[in-house]
């Protein structure tokens, strides 16, 4: 792991949703659930696979005999209705967080779909920024650098100056491969090649803040 990043180094902000902002596991364990019990298959075994494969790659694995875009037409179905329908969280710290920045100096990069972040931020209170970049608007996705240079591209950033915030393997390498700074939050072990780990996202709020120019920006006062 690296050392420490300087005051003021970085001038944008590029966060993961699901598992980052957004605790969405349960949410997540329970549509390939029901995807797999719609096909016949053992849960756990197929969300073993979908934790480290994309969606096709996935249905290719565990349900070869199956037609892969029937398989994603059932499993988006099963995503969209629990956005609708399913309880949602924020990691702590998360609104303080967002509410802090300035606008234009932060984005979303996500694997999901943008209709499902809106409805998911809408439902925990959490401001979206300008830009949000996800799977319909890459042909690559995480691992691949592409997600996050199309977000320093569409903020005008360079990727130095950029710090991405991260949960999973995915989408640390994404970040690395992108010549950004990594910060991992909410695991208990570092994924390999962050520059820095910390165990949930609130602990690295103060940081991360910090890490930008302006230094007068300050969390919102907690509620009594």
Known sequence: MNGEQGQGRFKYVLFDVDGTLIDAVSNQRRVWA?????????????????????????????????????????????????VRTGVYAAFDGAADLLHALRAG????????????????????GLPLPEVVVDAAAV????????PYLQAAAL????????????????????????GMTVWGVNTAIAVDGVHRHFAELREAVPHILAALPDPQRTLRPQAS
């Open 34 to 82: 029901s995807w797999a019990e719609r096909y016949g298959l053992d849960a756990d075994e197929v969300y073993r696979v979908a934790l480290r494969t994309r969606p096709m790659e996935t249905f290719a694995e565990v349900a070869p005999g199956h037609d892969a875009h029937e398989c994603l037409a059932a499993l988006h179905a099963l995503e969209d209705e629990d």
């Open 105 to 124: 100096t932060w984005a979303l990069v996500t694997s999901n779909y943008e209709h499902r972040v809106r409805g998911r931020f809408q439902r925990t």
């Open 139 to 146: 042909e690559e996705g995480k691992p691949s650098p592409v």
């Open 155 to 178: 903020l005008g950033a360079a990727p130095a100056e950029c710090l991405v915030i991260e949960d999973a393997p995915s989408g640390v390498r994404s970040g690395l491969a992108a």
